[in-house]
């Protein structure tokens, strides 16, 4: 039979618009914070990353901002393509090797 | 470059049985770590080889799980005896780790799906 597991959040978006994913994270000490993308069939790929000493980074067609008074992290993907369908994981350094992770995001970009 | 190679990339066994997952990380990487993925806990960190020594197996879930890595370009997961709760996506992921480096990117492999029936 079919399991029951979580259900993950999800986020629909319109091809072209600008998409906001959004994560908490658990530990005020992490210094480090990294954003995975995860295709299906896939194993998770780096997009984005960025260090406790700043609150904002951007790479090609992504943003990552980062507030620590409220833990929180953000990816905003601009002109989001049918590519970026995945789910988006934010982790958590946790101390030289280990990652946390989040429960990750959906999201289903429609045509 | 080839990326993270693991093997199978599906595995469909008995309760019981005993199984075997392989993993060949990046050339030149001296971190290796292995994930399990579940609907229910996402990714969990299993155990943590750096220069072929294990240094964190804190996730291992029990005596029934097994890693291995030995030498720089192989390491093997084993479970003995399988049990249908250890269904499961794992992933093996590899890294260099260098000295004053509080973290360095890990590259993921592509997973193998287990199912025990």
């Known amino acids: 039979g079919e399991s029951v597991g979580l259900h993950l959040p999800t986020l629909s978006v319109q091809e072209g618009d600008n998409s906001i994913i959004n994560c908490a994270y658990s530990?005020?000490?992490?210094?480090?914070f990294i954003w995975y993308k995860q295709e299906s069939g896939k194993g998770p790929q780096f997009i984005i990353d960025i260090r406790s000493n700043m609150d904002k980074r951007q790479g090609q067609r992504v943003t990552v901002l980062l507030n620590k008074t409220v833990k929180h992290l953000s990816l905003q993907i601009a002109a989001t393509q049918p590519g970026d369908s995945a789910v988006y994981f934010c982790a958590e350094n946790q101390g030289d090797y280990k990652l946390s992770f989040g429960a990750g995001t959906t999201v289903t970009v429609r045509a | 470059d080839a990326g993270v190679i693991q093997s199978p990339r599906h595995e469909v066994t008995e309760m019981g049985q005993e199984v075997t997952l392989r993993c060949k990380p990046i050339s030149g990487h001296n971190s290796l770590f292995w994930y399990r993925q579940t609907m229910m806990r996402g990714l969990e960190l299993l155990i943590y080889f750096n220069n072929n020594v294990p240094i964190d197996d804190s996730g291992m879930p029990e005596d029934r799980f097994s890693a291995k890595m030995p030498n720089a370009s192989f390491s093997t997961l084993k479970i003995q005896p399988s049990e249908p709760r250890d269904s499961a996506v794992y992933f093996c992921?590899?890294?260099?780790?260098?000295?004053?480096?509080?973290?360095?990117?890990?590259?993921f492999g592509p997973g193998t799906r287990l199912t025990v029936l």
């Open positions: 992921a590899s890294s260099l780790r260098g000295s004053g480096f509080t973290y360095n990117e890990q590259f």
């Open positions: 530990n005020s000490a992490s210094d480090y």
